[in-house]
């Protein structure tokens, strides 16, 4: 439960930072989440996990809100892939996820300098 | 560990910095301040709005298709709430204009730009706008001020909500502050768009490769070809202008010179330099409308991007009820309709570019002799901040006549009239501010440049045109059409008397017109240019004319048939003599019963169009193979083609045509030029005629102004070609009618459309939506701020001090 919790507090922190225009919000969460929990192989997905949702939500916020097709066909074409609205989406998604997921392996190493995981 | 820290540091790196092409990640794809910000920018809410500096509030009511009428209570809200509202919609272009003009492209967009920034810089729109800034009126102070109070509210509204425009994002930077000169830059960038010319360069390496005796023949000052000048005179008494001498001769320094700006000028991004102007007006007397009122047509026509260079508002306080296009970055209409007149402008094409060859000797380094006397160069520096590269720095060299241009072969410089500080701003304001002729004339009369032809129609029944602005006159014995001596004899000694200028009022056979041709005879006593480059070859001018003279009463119908009319005058008068010279064939067939009218499903428009250029070909080409000459012959067509007509029509036996000892006549090079036709057309569109339609081979496609393709309307065929009222000119055409207005008097009516759409986010209904029925010919009715209340579909801010 308490491993739940932290992902979920971990979660709501990223949405906030987000949301308050600190991109890189997930980063820091995924970091927290790498350095607390002892295990990488749970910590490094959970810190891409968050990333992920952490950009995610706030970008079903702005379909839910304004309708995001527009936009991201633009933002297609402006990268050169018109017609392909698609590819920013997967990029704004891509570059969350990311920043979660190395946020939490960087913590894991951290942790594992410090103090090894433990044997199963 | 070391591979965590390698991979994350990477993703940071591109997550804060950007990778090669790639913007700053992070911060361009947040979905919340990030680029996604364009869909919550496209979404408009009737909603009240605090905007520091306002007086008292401001109604701001959006029609469905996002044209804006400001209703304020004080003149100082109305421009505030201006800048605000453009500021709103087109940051990012007025930026763009701004840094274009100031030479600050380059900071935001790396070396690409640089070209541009120097040539800008050393040209000097920076300098003129900071005279002019310090000379401007104090309702002009005013304006300007208040203006970029309002732009400024937006743009620290943007910033706090994070909400600039995604182009600020994406090039990852932020807008500098508004400042009132940045108006005048804006306005400096369309002056030099449509008056800045090449032509003394042109003619000096036409001199020195094709000759003088051709150059002198083929460019005259005055066209060879019939034209429809709209201001017959009578003309103050003085001496004509005397034709082009053939004895000039141009120097290998100078010529060196004059290459060396000209491959200059030629690599610069287009628009930079005027290359022909293409836009129609007219006015009908009421005596000659079905409505009894005076009757108006407008169509700038203007390089057509998204967003367009027009932004559509109406504009009510105390001292103004006016509506129209704005240019974004100007706190004014610049052509519109107020209660009681309407106007609209044609560029005047006269010579407002003069290239001086200074005098410099070795004995006198950093000096030139001007007047007899030494003068020593004065001199501005400039840093030019470059993106991802050192710091630019130009100093330039400025003499009496203006800033030094090159320094290869010729040390010369350049005397351009959108370098003298002028108040065109206040005379935009007088004009929206006018009730009648005299006034408008009046507010005119402060008009330096670009050149307009400024037509105009009134709620009494009048009509007008005036062709306002400066109109250079030289030393005697100057040659302005070739690079001149810089010593003083030739230097510009002033204007054309206002009275003397081009202009007509109520015309007995009422009706006016204007579309860049010629506006006077050649019994017309000042120079103000030659055919070649400055003024357009008339065939515009002569169908509208055409169709104005008929004798029938006209409507405000009539108007819009005659703005999306692509009747090729040019054609009418050459195909006739065609079909005489040829022998039968499929291809002569489908001219013979051709109207004449380039519409996207006719294969005689693409013949007639493909032999016209063969023709040219035919009949020039060879001169310039022989000649090397360093001049692109298609860039000299327009002046070219005037020739060719004349010739056609009149001096069928012309000596062009003899090259090479043969004894062809314009018959003979015909037949030659549509053998040529035909074959082209065969391996381009296939063996059969009939499916050689004009739609195949003309199309328009109107640019995205951030040159970003996937944001570009079109291609798509399209009718019309150079030379018809509809004009569409190049392959595919990029420039064209960019805003048309027509205005019944009588009937009380205001109609108008541009291609593009009142936002420049291309995520907003309101990017592109009113293209298609541009495209269509049709029109929408430019409402009050009182009906537009009414509209369906409206939206309304209250803008709160």
Known sequence: MRIVATVIVALIVSVAGVLAGAWWAPFVAGLVIGVMQPRARFAIPAGAGIGLLGWALPLAAVQIQYGAGSAAESLAAIMGFSHQAAIPVVLTLLVGTLLGLCGAWLGSAARSLVQPAPSR | ?801
Do not use: C
């Not at chain 2, 045109?465 to 010593?487: F, K, V």
């Not at chain 2, 000596?655 to 381009?684: C, E, H, P, W």
């Open chain 2, 1 to 801: 560990m070391i591979a965590a820290l390698i991979v994350t540091a990477a993703v940071l790196y591109a997550a804060f910095f950007g990778a090669g092409p790639l913007p700053a990640l992070g911060a361009a794809f947040n979905p919340v301040t990030g680029a996604w910000t364009m869909a919550a920018d496209a979404s408009i809410s009737s909603e009240t709005l605090r905007l520091a500096g306002l007086d008292q509030p401001v109604k701001v009511t959006f029609e469905s298709d996002g044209t804006a009428h400001i209703v304020a209570q004080t003149d100082h809200d109305l421009f505030l709430a201006t800048g605000y509202v453009h500021a709103r919609f087109r940051l990012f272009q007025m930026d763009l204009l701004r840094r274009q003009g100031e030479g600050r492209l380059s900071e935001v967009v790396g070396k690409a730009a640089l070209d541009s920034d120097r040539f800008e810089l050393q040209l000097g729109l920076l300098r003129t706008a900071q005279l002019e800034w310090n000379a401007a009126s104090p309702r002009s102070r005013e304006a300007g001020i208040a203006y970029a109070q309002g732009v400024n509210d937006r743009i620290t509204e943007a910033e706090a909500a994070h909400q600039l425009p995604a182009m600020f994002t994406l090039l990852g930077y932020q807008p500098k502050p508004w400042a009132p000169i940045d108006s005048l830059i804006v306005k400096g960038d369309m002056t030099q768009t449509l008056n800045f010319t090449d032509t003394p360069l042109v003619m000096a390496l036409l001199e020195k490769s094709l000759g003088a005796d051709l150059t002198s023949q083929w460019f005259p000052i005055l066209p060879p070809n019939p034209q429809s000048p709209y201001d017959p005179g009578p003309y103050p008494a003085q001496a004509p202008p005397a034709p082009i001498a053939a004895v000039s001769q141009v120097s290998d320094s100078e010529a060196v010179a004059a290459a060396d700006v000209y491959q200059r000028l030629s690599s610069l991004p287009a628009g930079l330099v005027a290359t022909g102007g293409d836009s129609n007006n007219w006015a009908v007397a009421g005596s000659r409308s079905t409505s009894g009122g005076a009757l108006m047509a407008g169509d700038p026509h203007l390089h057509l991007t998204l967003p367009a260079i027009w932004y559509q508002l109406t504009m009510d306080s105390p001292g103004y009820h006016v509506s129209g296009v704005s240019i974004p970055g100007t706190p004014v209409i610049l052509i519109g309709h107020n209660q009681h007149i309407s106007w609209s402008l044609t560029d005047a094409q006269n010579q407002q570019t003069f290239f001086y060859l200074e005098h410099e000797d070795s004995a006198h380094p950093g000096q030139y002799l001007w007047n007899g006397a030494w003068k020593s160069y004065q001199t501005v520096s400039y840093d030019i901040p470059v993106l991802g590269g050192p710091t630019d720095h130009l100093t330039v060299k400025l003499s009496v006549h203006g800033p030094v241009i090159t320094e290869r072969g010729q040390t010369t410089s350049v005397w351009w009239a959108g370098n003298i500080p002028s108040q065109d701003l206040d005379v935009l304001m007088g004009i929206d501010q006018a009730s009648d002729y005299q006034q408008f004339r009046d507010a005119l009369r402060g008009w330096y440049s670009p050149t307009h032809n400024f037509v105009y129609a009134d709620d009494k029944g009048n009509i007008g045109l005036i062709s306002a602005g400066y109109y250079p006159q030289l030393g005697a014995g100057a040659q302005p059409w070739l690079p001149m001596a810089g010593t003083g004899e030739y230097d510009v000694a002033g204007t054309i008397p206002y009275d003397d200028i081009p202009q007509v009022y109520n015309p007995p056979d009422g009706i006016i017109w204007s579309a860049n041709q010629r506006q006077v005879t050649a019994d017309y006593p000042y120079y103000i240019g030659t055919a070649s480059n400055f003024f357009d070859p008339g065939y515009r001018a002569n169908e509208i004319h055409r169709v104005l003279s008929q004798g029938a009463k006209l409507s405000a119908a009539d108007m819009m048939a005659l703005q999306t009319d692509t009747r090729d005058y040019l054609a009418s008068e050459m195909v006739p003599i065609l079909l005489k010279a040829l022998p039968s064939s499929a291809s002569k067939d489908l001219l013979s019963t051709w109207d004449y009218r380039m519409e996207i499903n006719s294969p005689a428009a693409t013949i007639w169009w493909t032999f016209w250029q063969s023709y040219l070909a035919a009949t020039f080409d060879p001169y310039w193979k022989s000649r090397d000459v360093k001049v692109a012959r298609s860039e000299l067509n327009d002046a070219l083609g005037q020739d060719l007509e004349a010739w056609t029509l009149g001096d069928p036996t012309n000596s062009a045509f003899t090259y090479g000892g043969s004894s062809n006549t314009s018959s003979d090079v015909m037949r030659i030029a549509f053998t040529s036709t035909i074959s082209t057309l065969t391996k381009q569109l296939g063996s059969d005629p009939n499916t050689w339609t004009w739609g195949r081979v003309h199309q328009r496609v109107i640019e995205n102004l951030a040159q970003v393709t996937g944001l570009n309307y079109g291609p798509r065929p399209d009718r019309g070609d150079a030379n018809t009222p509809l004009a569409a000119p190049n392959f595919p055409s990029s420039n064209g009618p960019s805003w048309r207005m027509v205005v019944d008097w009588g009937a009380g009516t205001f109609q108008a459309i541009y291609p593009g759409g009142q936002s420049e986010n291309p995520a907003s209904a309101w990017y592109d939506d009113r293209v298609n029925t541009w495209f269509d010919g049709k029109y929408a009715a430019m409402l009050t701020a009182d009906q537009a209340s009414g509209a369906s579909g409206s939206k309304a801010w209250t803008l709160q001090p």
